[in-house]
């Protein structure tokens, strides 16, 4: 959501004449999210002038919300000291995205600014891959031992609620650390100051390991509607925790990159400079030039059957455009189905069977169909009729067929497999068609 | 996720046996969700028998998790009270959602066989449209009168909850039972029993209306990270709320919707049988080939200058791909714009310009390659080599221009953005593109 234009004028307007004090009034009653969007809205320069205007706590909690682009230029314009302040106050999985995000140095001088508890916890979030549960969760949490009482988790509580925001559970830990339980807020209003907490709590409770890919972890939320998950190491030692907050956040990143792999697009195209969005289309659109030249010169080897009957090119568009169709809908079908879990390899070859039946059944309705066309065109080339409807029940079924197994084939070897789209699969497929239409006219025909 | 193949083979080898005691047995360790997954892979004799096993509460729990198909064929293995009994015990938005999908008559009955109090919650559910935030919104909450004591809102979340799942926050209403603040449980647990809950909740809470839409009530969860939100009425009236879970789910649907949507094709292609799911495919296919023919007339009309130099022929395929790629980032550029909130009116034409620029200079580029590759071909005519590059241009600055605007012009007339896209946007272009191409081609070369 951009912000509102009429805030936007009047803070351009407040920053140009550095009007200070307005401009502080102005952010009395806005929330974190809605500053940065005010950012964004800025030119580069501004942008820095502007954050810094920001006391450390909003500061801490509006960098997290900027986009990249903008927290460089907000990052360029602070001190390492005032960033080792601001970094101290995020959370810490936020916190660790951005010091990771920084240059070796300058990350090594910002942390060794910080106090030794935060440094050394955004230290240890460093080690674990961005895209792992571990990349994504947090250190703040509520812990206690089994041994512990309500009211001592309470007095605990009250310590620390101002440091960590959504306290949903306190998660109850052995002498050597190992999660044993959790407890919902509910069951601590609910119960006696002097109740133990072993009384109380939810035994074995589910947990993330740490090294589970963010998909997963996704999906696990999703299946059992989590509002916040632990994350365990392999013996079952509490890290850290995952809020669903992070988790809706992923759901959208992940369909967004699927959808923009699909129409073979970077993401970044919404927000990048004319110039970058050409380039970054290049690669992509190289793909599929170099695949149309292809079939140029292959329609060419044709020119002789081309010739004997010209109007076998006005064939050509519907035949490939059909394929490509049916190709697009299979690998849509097939990338969603593994995104949301509802295709894995247990019902796989049940799902490409039936897609090669279904491209099948649909050739024989549009070969009849095209057939039936080139019969008006044609009716004293009856063949001609024969020759589309082959054509385009080929390229139909081979586009249901290879469209629904190449994603596949593609998430099995660790890849994305939205790269099986976009480009490729419809070059290939675009590929195919045409040389099964001119050997199957050039048999047929003449 | 489908169910572990192993107990799915046990499951079915007890209901064929009937060995309803190691049923049960074995439903003891699973969670609904996982229970609604064995149901998925049973077949749709066995679905209601094994429906019939659960007791009310999980079955309760379990209805909300099946797909469409399972419902309907556990749903007529049911009598209306028991029916009644299971739907009393949903959240009452499940409940809604499943009362709303019975044939007008059975809802009758089963609401007539339910307690008054629930069944007035259920009907006035079912008044609000069910892409709305009273469509999604649930009753089922903890309200307390500005006026209460802690130990006495405690008292109240000690009698509900037993009925009432996910209790993140408390709702304070005055006299008129309007929203006056929000009293998140952890401010419960810190304060001394005989506080007055208007010292200590939260003043002037965000609240979503009942006729918001479900996609911006999505993007409000997103922005502002919400765990739950209070739905009001004008008045500011309290009259639901509406949780995290149910936003991932939405978010989801949109994403999976916009997704298949762009390839033209429904949502169920993923569940449903061969016959089904081709003919469902057939009428999104139809408007494409009906395109297709109608470019396979049009390049007819222009057998004259094709047959003059049949290798034109050969470059049609690369001029229509690169255009429909060009088209398909462009559209899902805008349609995933909109949906996360990335592109609204206000910055629309902005971006259209953009991407108008960014066609032109694609074009520019492809235009210069396949003009060297025409010459490659006929290094006589270099004229070829100026139809070819002009009409790939002309083809893409088109697509690019046309990708961007359609599905904006769709949206701002109130329907879905991503219907500008699959078949449509493509044959619409692929269209232009031909026609362009043979006009130049005949106008520069004879």
Redesign the interface.
Known sequence: ??AK?SDVKLLREYVHKGWEFHIIDMLHDL?P?EIAELIEALDEESRGKFFMLLDVDTASEVISELSSASREDVLDDISDTDLARIVEDMDSDDAADLVGDLNAARAERVLAAMSPKESSDIKSLLMYPEDTAGGIMQRELISAHQGATVDEI?AK??RL?SEID???MVYVLDNKGVLVGTLP??N???SKPETPVSQIMDEEPMTVPVDMDQEEVA?L???????VMPVVDDEGGLLGRIT??D???I??EE??E???M????EED???SS?MK??TS??P??FV??V???L??????RF?TT??QL??L??????????G???A??S???V???IA?????S??FVALAG?QL??GF??GV??GI??GC?AYF?YPEMIRVSIVVALAIMNSMAVAAFLGTVLPMLFFQIGKDPAIAS??FV??AM?LIA?VSYFVIATLLLF
């Open positions: 959501m951009p234009a929330e999210v309470v509580i009250r609620c959504n306290i949903h807020l509910v601590l209003i609910l999906q939320f999703r299946k059992y509607d989590y509002v669903v907050d988790i809706v956040d759901i959208d369909a967004t699927d959808m923009f699909l129409a073979g697009a195209i919404l927000t004319i969005n050409t289309r290049i992509w659109l599929c030039w695949g149309g030249v079939i140029t010169f292959l329609v060419n020119e081309l010739s010209v109007g090119a006005a064939f050509m568009p519907v035949i490939l455009g059909m490509g169709n049916v697009a809908q690998v849509t079908l990338v969603r189905g949301t879990g509802l295709v894995s247990s019902n039936k039946a279904v059944m649909l309705v549009y169909l095209l066309v065109l976009g480009p419809t070059t675009d045409v």
